[in-house]
């Protein structure tokens, strides 16, 4: 299994290239996946179309498969997959370079088309090649993130740990910044209490592909002084619970410069 950053580095060097890892069907955007997986750990993915990628294998060991949802957010080197809603019905895979919560910047072959232009089904060409392009986040849509090899990292730690322990060095404490965005947790980001002006509670509506409002009252305020959690935050907007570090559920949020914070959990 490759690290994560040799994931990201084969990505950037795919780039203007073509890929035909079966030799059927000329540059397939199945092709420029199974690539890529290849590489990283070595396998075959298997299916029918690429709507099947994530039902067809047996990644254990190998990748977890996360189905999007409204809080979820791919991680740079996950293998993304469409469903029937594509590629007449086979769907379409392509891997993630970055992205945030609004989008995902990938990889992919034959978004166009153009895999297959010419030629016998086997040794056939095309025109296109592999190409970086910006998607939004679609349903029915998968995330396969394989279990890169972590040796570096814990390489990395290991000396930084021999170093503290040569050096005693200041911790400084995790710092809160209102205007990132952090996806849901069901464990609180920060806490802290309401300021003098008091926060008048509000519901998100909307989604990614339409875009957020908080136009909606809660039909309640929280008063100066009183204690609330944070556990996810949107365009300087808070997810809230108050009197519990964890819990799941509520749709109730507060700007976050009504929130004089008090500690920070991560």
């Not at 809660?218 to 808070?238: C, K, M, R, T």
Request: hydrophobic letters at 35%; aromatic letters at 14%; a positive charge.
């Amino acid at each position: 299994m490759k690290t994560r950053q040799e994931a990201l580095d084969w990505i950037t060097q795919s780039i203007g290239r073509k890929y035909d890892f079966d030799g059927y069907y000329g540059f397939q955007c199945f092709d420029y996946a199974n690539a890529f997986y290849n590489f990283v750990t070595g396998g075959t993915l298997h299916g029918e179309g690429a709507k099947d990628i994530p039902f067809s294998n047996d990644f254990t060991g190998l990748a977890t498969v996360y189905k999007n949802d409204a809080d979820f957010i791919a991680e740079p080197g996950d293998i993304v997959v469409w469903g029937s809603q594509l590629g007449n019905g086979f769907g379409h895979v392509a891997v993630v370079s970055s992205a945030d919560f609004n989008q995902i910047v990938v990889v992919e072959q034959n978004w166009l088309n153009g895999g297959w232009t010419e030629g016998p089904k086997r040794g056939g060409t095309g025109w296109e090649m592999a190409t970086k392009r910006v998607h939004a986040y679609d349903n029915p849509q998968w995330f396969i993130r394989p279990l890169y090899n972590q040796s570096v990292i814990k390489k990395a730690a290991a000396t930084v740990k021999r170093a503290a322990q040569k050096v005693k060095a200041k911790v400084l404490p995790p710092t809160f910044k209102p205007d990132v965005n952090r996806g849901r947790s069901n464990e609180a980001y920060v806490m802290g209490t309401i300021d003098s002006w008091g926060a008048e509670v509000r519901k998100r509506k909307g989604s990614r592909a339409t875009g957020f409002n908080w136009d909606s009252k809660a039909g309640y305020s929280l008063n100066p002084g009183d204690v609330v959690y944070i556990f996810e935050q949107h365009d300087g907007w808070g997810r809230i619970y108050t009197g519990d570090l964890t819990g799941q559920g509520s749709n109730d949020w507060i700007w976050l410069d009504r929130l004089q914070v008090s500690k920070v959990f991560k």
